[in-house]
């Protein structure tokens, strides 16, 4: 079982910035991908970003790329999403969720982990 927390949520004006990070508990961080979702309130939850065991592939949300950074340290079991130029459009809760397969999908259903979500913010 892998337990996942994140932080780093909360408000900003439009055009900031903000760092999410993603903490995960057990040995085996390593070997899972790691993907971001986020669900804006009355919509479905949608994928954002992904990153493999390595970090070494990375995909993004056409909504995203550019603007948002995926990337890991297995040596701290932590992901982040640096969010950059960020828009009200960008508002919602987060999360990050862990892929046993270590593909990386877009795929809700691929995930087996998830944490609570952290809220993000952006005012016009």
């Known amino acids: 079982q892998v337990q996942l927390v994140e932080s780093g949520g909360g408000l900003v004006q439009a055009g900031g910035s903000l760092r999410l990070s993603c903490a995960a508990s057990?040995?085996?961080?390593?070997?899972?991908?790691m993907g971001w979702f986020r669900q804006a309130p009355g919509k479905e939850r949608e994928f954002v970003s992904a990153i493999d065991r390595s970090g070494g592939r990375t995909g993004y949300a056409d909504p995203v790329k550019g603007r948002f950074t995926i990337s890991r340290d297995n040596a701290k079991n932590t992901v982040y999403l640096q969010m950059n130029s960020l828009k009200p459009e960008d508002t919602a809760d987060y999360y990050c969720?862990?892929?046993?397969?270590?593909?990386?999908?877009?795929?809700?259903?691929?995930?087996?982990?998830w944490g609570q979500g952290t809220q993000v913010t952006v005012s016009s």
């Open positions: 057990g040995r085996f961080f390593f070997t899972y991908a």
């Open positions: 969720a862990a892929d046993r397969n270590g593909v990386g999908s877009q795929t809700i259903a691929d995930y087996d982990y």
